[in-house]
């Protein structure tokens, strides 16, 4: 039974490592064979080109006003209302945040953090490792992303 600190993080990394034992690789033959055997459309030469251009304001500047409000801010502490009450000011930044992400394949390492929060479930044991539910805040340029692909 984990009742500390230093006990509930050692408990909860062992649970959640167990949970699932097989390691995914990407040689699996199936994985391996999906591309050839799913008989998926091809993109033609044209909409490759348009793919591969760099992301333009006016495909940026409507994702601040979709994304839903009173939410809990992401893992940088600013919440949607903050982006969206300077959108003029973010957007030219989101711009090259996301195009710099595309040009190296991947967001950077403090783009890709995320804080996991443990919760515990309501009428359950708290001396149970399976009585806590985990969530995850990533920032929130990473949902606006998210939001874009």
Not at 71 to 89: F, H, K, N, Q, T
Request: one cysteine or more; glycine letters at 2%.
């Amino acid at each position: 039974m984990a009742t500390t600190q230093d006990s509930i993080k050692p408990a909860l990394q062992d649970f959640y490592s167990t949970l699932y034992p097989h390691p995914l690789t990407n040689d699996t033959p199936q994985l391996v064979a999906f591309p050839d055997d799913a008989n998926l459309p091809q993109l033609s030469s044209l909409q490759t080109a348009e793919l591969d251009v760099p992301l333009r304001l006016e495909e940026i500047r409507p994702l601040i006003s979709q994304l839903a409000r009173n939410r809990a801010p992401g893992a940088d502490g600013l919440p949607i209302e903050y982006y969206a009450m300077y959108s003029v000011a973010h957007t030219q930044l989101l711009l090259n945040a996301y195009n710099e992400a595309c040009s190296r394949g991947k967001l950077t390492n403090l783009q890709r953090e995320a804080l996991v929060i443990v919760l515990p479930k309501p009428g359950h044991n708290p001396t149970n490792v399976v009585s806590y539910s985990c969530c995850h805040s990533v920032i929130l340029i990473v949902r606006y992303w998210a939001r874009f692909l």
